[in-house]
């Protein structure tokens, strides 16, 4: 069901985020990345001209925000070194000019669960700990039923967002809803507002305290975890700032999962790297948000289970599989 | 309420005689000491559970993701509700004019105060990071509920204590000098708090002023309080808590508990103080009366709350309701609304049960059926999200209250019982100067 719209893939002007990507793209798609190193480039460039006259020294291309290619000496290159403060900023502002969307294809999904857990390893959280979770659904008792992923569906119109009483979860412009848990005062309103269950509470010390001292916290991957505040699925936005795939549409040995940018309207499959068009795809396989009826306005798409590739082979548990 | 007050009535005999019988029991006595004993150790033991909490994290309590929300909500909800009587009596029916709750206007103002004071302190023990309440004022987003409600709450417990304090203060005038069987602190306090009151007929007329000014404050602030308490659950999406009368609904519940815990305190203190002269049977059967008119109220929204939905059988509501109904909260659920709610309004409908003995022990039931039904609303909607409970430990897809939690809610009660015994025992509880006003009118009157 996914063979169709492959022209996505070969329109220059809509490049997604496969490896094949050129550097230019990569950098074109990522504004904020090229700020920095604007700023930076400005900052050695001065330094080059000096050492420019110096015989021998030794030069680094570097990629200035306007593309062009300059030769900086080794000596005036300076490690910066990011401190909480910088990661909130970034964080709190998103990666400007995306809209970022998820499609899931539940054709494909046999719940692997490999997404869950190269997402709980990224995210430190332990097995039933979930930023994403694979639900078994079944609509009535006469359907079919099927394996359905569930990570937060990033919902342009978020009650948790509304009912936050301290701005710890918040919007972004790149359609992301972030926590922040050096805000988060553990009062659990958003838990109890979000009807895709989405969120989970550190109710505990979180898994990896040790290892995790003295990291700044990163906002943008929730790492490290804090005991008595919220998590959540946060589309690896530390991923997207680099330029990659979230952890769990990487780890996908199935193609189930498609992510991308609205605004481009294209995205990539996690397995196989294809780039599609968005609208397209939810076109052709009648693609369909979570619970519309609530007004939530989710950034997740679902594909319905039509042709699945598999036969269903439903745990004998759900429950007692932890 | 009478715009002036004829001062006539210091002169009046009967004033000695009312100070006299109110003040007897003010002070320290070894029931006292004996009582607040028990209470002081057995919060000791709940501030215990509560560190254990603050180390180990929530963990501890019987919440997890699903059913995050439980007990302390439950109670918060409950202290809340309770605190609102204090303005349905001194306000709302006296201000209409009703002369038989002027004796236990205070009773319902402490009330108030106390259930108000530890309402903030529950919500804190419910917080994940409580260390970081102050972020709530630092970085308050004006979208959210709970800012509204922290506003309110404060502001209600700000008014309730002055309508406590303000009427009090021409009786610590009035006490200074009666007041020999008691400790000398306690005299120097009321030299303090008694603001060199001199009983002037001007002095009255701005009390008078400044307690209706307060009186009619306190309506839309109570009114406030609890519908805002009661969006908390209301702006969700989540089948049992997605109702629009949600608000009404909780304030009629109110009146029922506040109304229950009036008669509680009442009948103790008469019965401990022998202030049957002022807390007489007819307040106990005006009292009953008015329970059986609240809750008359309260029984019709929880028909409208929870028939509608129902006789419909939405999906989702229809699985909350199965459960309320016929399944695991049956039991619970139809005691709360059969002894909670029908029979009280059955038994109140007859003179004999609005005696003071059976008073108290209807209030008691009532009492506690109201904190279940908090729970009744709080819990059960979160057992059925919109979405399966899936792949979780099973411990995590019910809701099992541990004892840690018990003890810090018991904690919370035991504040709210301490903070009582502390006003009704130091202070004046029935007001003496409104008294012997009230007395010197009725003689002046009786004599022409």
């Given at each position: 069901m996914s063979q169709n719209s492959k022209d996505a893939s070969h329109d220059h002007d809509h490049p997604?985020?496969?490896?094949?990507?050129?550097r230019r793209d990569f950098f074109k798609n990522f504004g904020l990345f090229g700020a920095v190193a604007a700023a930076g480039g400005a900052a050695v460039y001065t330094g080059y001209k000096y050492e420019e006259t110096k015989p021998g020294a030794n030069f680094v291309r570097v990629l200035t925000a306007d593309n062009r290619i300059i030769e900086v000496p080794k000596e005036g290159f300076k490690d910066i070194k990011v401190d909480l403060n910088q990661l909130q900023k970034q964080g709190r502002e998103g990666l400007k000019g995306h809209r970022f969307v998820m499609v899931i294809d539940l054709a494909k999904c046999r719940n692997a669960r490999k997404c869950i857990t190269a997402c709980q390893g990224a995210h430190h959280?332990?097995?039933?700990?979930?930023h994403i979770n694979t639900l078994v659904m079944q609509e009535s008792e006469n359907t079919a039923p099927y394996f359905m992923p569930k990570p937060c569906q990033h919902c342009d119109n978020p009650p948790c967002v509304a009912v936050c009483p301290v701005d710890a979860t918040f919007k972004r412009q790149d359609g992301i809803v972030l926590i922040d848990n050096e805000r988060c005062i553990g009062c659990r309103f958003c838990i109890a507002a979000c009807p895709y269950s989405a969120r989970l509470f550190h109710w505990e010390e979180p898994l990896v305290v040790e290892a995790d001292k003295g990291t700044p916290y990163n906002i943008e991957l929730n790492v490290p975890q804090r005991k008595g505040t919220i998590s959540k699925c946060l589309f690896s936005s530390d991923r997207l700032r680099e330029g990659k795939l979230p952890y769990c549409v990487s780890a996908c040995?199935?193609?189930v999962y498609y992510f991308g940018d609205e605004n481009q309207d294209s995205v990539t499959n996690g397995t196989t790297k294809e780039t599609f068009r968005l609208s397209e795809l939810l076109k052709v396989n009648a693609g369909y948000q979570l619970m519309p009826e609530l007004g939530t306005k989710p950034r997740v798409y679902y594909l319905p289970a039509k042709n699945r590739l598999f036969e269903f082979k439903e745990d004998k548990d759900p429950v007692q599989s932890i | 309420m009478a715009s002036e007050v004829n001062t006539d009535f210091l002169q009046d005999k009967k004033l000695d005689s009312i100070a006299a019988d109110i003040l007897r029991p003010v002070g320290i006595t070894q029931g006292f000491v004996v009582w607040m004993g028990f209470l002081g150790v057995s919060l000791m033991g709940c501030i215990y559970a509560y560190y254990i909490q603050w180390d180990k994290g929530l963990i501890v309590t019987g919440l997890r993701d699903y059913i995050s929300w439980g007990m302390y909500i439950a109670n918060f909800v409950f202290f809340v509700a309770t605190s609102l009587v204090g303005m349905l009596i001194s306000s709302v029916l006296g201000l209409i004019g009703f002369k038989w709750v002027k004796p236990i206007a205070r009773i319902a103002e402490i009330i108030a105060v106390a259930f108000a004071a530890v309402a903030g302190l529950v919500i804190v023990s419910d917080m994940g990071r409580p260390e970081r309440l102050a972020n709530v004022i630092l970085h308050g987003r004006i979208q959210s509920p709970i800012i509204w409600d922290v506003t309110v709450v404060t502001t209600y417990l700000t008014i309730s204590i002055l309508l406590y304090f303000l009427p009090l203060i021409p009786d610590l005038a009035i006490s200074k000098g009666r007041m020999n069987h008691t400790p000398k602190w306690l005299q120097n306090m009321y030299e303090v708090l008694s603001v060199k009151w001199q009983h002037t007929p001007e002095q009255y007329r701005l009390l008078l002023k400044a307690i209706r000014i307060l009186l009619i404050l306190i309506i839309p602030t109570a009114f406030a309080i609890h519908t805002v308490t009661s969006w908390l659950f209301a702006v969700t999406l989540r089948p049992g808590w997605d109702s629009t009368i949600f608000g009404p609904y909780f304030l009629a519940g109110a009146f029922v508990a506040g109304s229950a815990a009036v008669v509680i305190v009442m009948y103790f203190i008469r019965s401990n103080y022998k202030l049957d002269k002022y807390l007489t049977n007819h307040h106990f059967d005006m009292m009953g009366k008015l329970l059986v008119l609240v809750s008359i109220v309260y029984l019709y929204f929880n028909i409208n709350e929870y028939l509608v939905p129902s006789y419909k059988m939405k999906t989702a509501e229809a699985i909350h309701l199965h459960d309320l109904f016929v399944g695991e909260y049956a039991l619970m659920f139809w005691s709360v609304q059969l002894l909670g709610l029908v029979l009280p309004i059955i038994l109140l409908l007859f003179s004999f049960f609005r005696k003071p003995f059976s008073m108290l022990v209807i209030s008691i039931v009532v009492l506690i059926a109201a904190w279940f039904k908090r729970f009744l609303i709080v819990v059960p909607t979160q057992d059925h999200p919109f979405l399966p409970m899936q792949y979780v430990p099973k411990a995590w897809m019910v809701y099992q209250p541990t004892i840690i939690e018990t003890a810090i809610t018991v904690g919370t009660l035991l504040l709210v019982i301490i903070i009582i015994t502390i006003l009704v025992k130091f202070f004046p509880v029935i007001p003496i100067w409104e008294m012997a006003e009230e007395q010197h009118e009725l003689d002046h009157k009786s004599q022409k």
């Open positions: 997604g985020h496969d490896s094949t990507n050129s959280l332990r097995p039933h700990e979930y040995p199935n193609g | -």
